[in-house]
């Protein structure tokens, strides 16, 4: 019954993992660990996704309120406002089954393609992914600003599709994170007709996120092989 809640964040070089990835099939770990490149494992499925310079987004809200809706159509409703977005910034970007891009299932996010990803000439601009509890919904995805391929391209043992995705830098947009992220509010208040209130976080939610830290998302066996803690 709460208020729908949309977090704005960042990161330092990382990679985020599907809920079911095997990463040892995917990933050099190795090498990811010598260049101090954080993975995290994510409650929502799909592939591995590259981190460099994003402005990312979560989107958590009552299930009552996304209705009857399935799950694809819940991503051409919710990502509306990531169209709306690309438009302020100058960018047309249509959903891949609009432009007859056949889907390409992958491990690697950036190199795969499903129905609702969203193409800009053609090209897949980040990702988005999904999960559904018996009361919540959440949404999550980035928008990528830009990314150093040189960094992230020996990591993947198959094709990361680096080379070949949109980001705001290939683009020719030049934003700072501030901008960015205003132009991205703006955009969805003015999709779903929100109005904003800004809040932090409560002395009990700052310490779960803690405890989630310290006992789960630090902790290998989540990050590598994706096993609950007790």
Known sequence: GDLPILRLYRWDRALSVGRFCDLAKDLDLQNVKEKSISIVRRLSGG?????DKDLSYSLILSR????ERSIKENYRYLCRFLICLYE???LKAKFACETGIQSQPSSVCLAGCEPYDLLIKGRKMGGNAQRYTKHAFLQHGSIP?????????????????????ATLQKLGIM???????????EA??????ADRVSDSL???EEQNAKALLENKYTQEDWTLYGKLYS
């Open 64 to 67: 009552s309120l996304i209705g």
């Open 202 to 204: 409560s002395l009990a």
């Open 188 to 193: 969805f208040c003015e999709t779903f007709e």
């Open 175 to 185: 934003l700072s994170y501030d901008a960015l992220s205003k132009m991205l509010i």
């Open 47 to 51: 592939g591995i996704l590259v981190h």
């Open 88 to 90: 302020k910034i100058g």
């Open 145 to 165: 600003m830009g990314i150093d391929e040189t960094l992230f391209e020996d990591l993947f043992f198959e094709e990361s599709g680096l080379s070949e995705a």
